[in-house]
Nanobody
Framework: QVLLGESGGGLVQAGGSLRLSCVTSGGTFSSYVMGWFRQAPGKEREFVSAINWSGQTYYKDSVRGRFTVSRDNAKNTVYLQLNSLKLEDTAVYYC??????????????????WGLGTRVTVSS
């Protein structure tokens, strides 16, 4: 059983920044693919970014260049740095763990365990 817990969400003005963290326990964190997803009000949950064990990253087009995913294997933690935030980035952000770095990283089915989410609200 792998447990994940996100933190770092909050209220921020458009153009501002936040850093989200996701701490995991159980399993072997360094071997996991870690993904970030988000769910905006009234919308489906969508993929944001992923990082594998060697630090290779992948981003949704709309966040590439603004968001940065990283990990600290010694701390069992994955981070998502959110810069130049826009109103449309308002969502609950979830981290998830998976086992494989595939061409289907954007699919929720690629991930085995999920956190409960942290809310990010971007105001004008």
């Amino acid at each position: 059983q792998v447990l994940l817990g996100e933190s770092g969400g909050g209220l921020v003005q458009a153009g501002g920044s936040l850093r989200l963290s996701c701490v995991t326990s159980g399993g072997t964190f360094s071997s996991y693919v870690m993904g970030w997803f988000r769910q905006a009000p009234g919308k489906e949950r969508e993929f944001v970014s992923a990082i594998n064990w060697s630090g290779q990253t992948y981003y949704k087009d709309s966040v590439r260049g603004r968001f940065t995913v990283s990990r600290d294997n010694a701390k069992n933690t994955v981070y998502l740095q959110l810069n130049s935030l826009k109103l449309e980035d308002t969502a609950v952000y979830y981290c998830a763990s998976g086992r494989y770095w595939t061409s289907s990283l954007e699919m929720e089915s690629e991930y085995d365990y999920w956190g409960l989410g942290t809310r990010v609200t971007v105001s004008s």
